[in-house]
Each structure stands twice: as structure tokens, then as C-alpha cells.
């Protein structure tokens, strides 16, 4: 009996597999995904926003008002937070305090503060502190390939200096 075939092969009468398969086309789609599994976990980076409502407290409407005004003043209080998350939260990120006085964009055309920065801006400094004030999200960037000083292109200048590139 020849060696090559085992019990079951003449069982069933089937010739036995001279050369087992190659997995040189699997080692390859595998490092394809790990590459492709890296490059989407580096480029999902935690960022924290300010959160969509503002608090409560910031809003925080007096009891001595009639429901015209407070209503004005939670207009004025939904107003002050929505130009907070479209400008202030990229120049003031998650930690940083706002200034004392606020910016030019909440004055009016003298540059004075209006009305709204002068009875909200207290508010905002206040609620900025409050880690209930943000929310983490996730946000994607790619930044991290580019960037002058970070790893990648770190290797990027060694590899090219050890293969006298760019010389």
C-alpha cells in the first residue's frame, strides 16, 4: 500500500492531496485588514463637544418672570450656547477657561457687549468648568499622518536619511 493514502481516503476512494493548499493569498488579505484595522483605530479620535442643549442651570430662568420674559430670556440663554458651540469650543476646548470679557462677536456694531454676552456670558463662563456641560464623541481625522512632528512622519525622515533620499 502506497503511503500517501491514509484509511479513510480508500474508503472513499479519493486520491489524497500531494501539496497542501498555498496561504500566501490569505497571509496577504490578513495584513491588509490589520493595516486597514489600524488605520481606522488611529483615525477615530475621542474630542470632546459641547453638548447639543445647554444645562439647566445655564438656562436657568428666575421664577419672577412672567412667561414672555422668560421665554425671551431662554431665547437669549439658547442663543448664547448655540454661537458657544459653533465658535468658542474650537478656540476654548474641553479644560481651557473663557475669558474674563467676551468676544468681539457677542458686542454689537460699537463693540460694546450687548445685552445677550452681558446676561449670558457669566452663564457660559460658569457652565464651561462643568464636565456636564460636554459630551465625548468620537470624530474622524486623519491628521495624525500629516502631522509634522508625529510619529509617522517621523519614520517617513528616517527612512528617507537611511536611503539618502531627497538629498
Same mark, same amino acid.
Not at 500500500?1 to 500517501?4: E, T, V
Not at 481606522?40 to 483615525?43: A, D, G, I, K, Y
Not at 479620535?45 to 459641547?50: A, F, G, N, T, Y
Not at 476646548?93 to 477657561?97: E, F, H, L, Q, S
Given at each position: 500500500? !502506497?503511503?500517501?493514502y491514509s484509511?479513510p481516503? !480508500?474508503?472513499?476512494?479519493?486520491t489524497?492531496?500531494? !501539496?497542501?493548499?498555498?496561504?500566501?493569498?490569505d497571509t496577504?488579505?490578513y495584513i491588509?485588514?490589520?493595516? /486597514?484595522g &489600524?488605520f =481606522? &483605530?488611529?483615525?477615530l479620535?475621542?474630542?470632546? #463637544?459641547?453638548?447639543s442643549?445647554?444645562?439647566s442651570?445655564? =438656562?436657568g430662568v %428666575?421664577?419672577?418672570l412672567n412667561?414672555?420674559?422668560a #421665554?425671551?430670556?431662554q %431665547?437669549?440663554?439658547?442663543?448664547c450656547w !448655540?454661537?458657544? #458651540?459653533q465658535?468658542?469650543?474650537y478656540?476654548y476646548?474641553?479644560? #481651557?477657561?473663557l475669558?474674563?470679557?467676551?468676544?468681539?462677536?457677542l458686542g454689537?456694531s460699537n463693540g460694546?457687549a450687548s445685552e445677550?454676552? /452681558?446676561?449670558c456670558?457669566?452663564k457660559?463662563?460658569?457652565?464651561?468648568?462643568h464636565?456636564?456641560s460636554? =459630551?465625548?464623541k468620537?470624530e474622524?481625522s486623519t491628521?495624525?499622518?500629516?502631522d509634522p512632528?508625529g510619529d =509617522?512622519?517621523e519614520?517617513?525622515?528616517?527612512v528617507?536619511? &537611511? &536611503? /539618502?533620499i531627497g538629498?
Open positions: 500500500m !502506497d503511503k500517501s484509511d481516503d !480508500d474508503l472513499y476512494a479519493m489524497p492531496l500531494k !501539496d497542501p493548499p498555498k496561504r500566501r493569498r496577504w488579505l491588509l485588514l490589520l493595516l /486597514g &489600524f =481606522v &483605530f488611529e483615525s479620535i475621542p474630542v470632546m #463637544r459641547l453638548r442643549n445647554p444645562p442651570r445655564f =438656562v %428666575r421664577s419672577n412667561k414672555a420674559q #421665554r425671551e430670556q %431665547r437669549r440663554a439658547r442663543a !448655540d454661537y458657544a #458651540r465658535s468658542l469650543q478656540r476646548p474641553y479644560g #481651557r477657561t475669558p474674563t470679557n467676551p468676544p468681539p462677536a454689537n460694546n445677550i454676552s /452681558g446676561s456670558w457669566p457660559l463662563r460658569q457652565a464651561w468648568t464636565s456636564d460636554w =459630551v465625548e468620537y474622524w491628521d495624525w499622518l500629516t512632528h =509617522v512622519q519614520a517617513l525622515h528616517y528617507k536619511v &537611511f &536611503f /539618502g538629498h
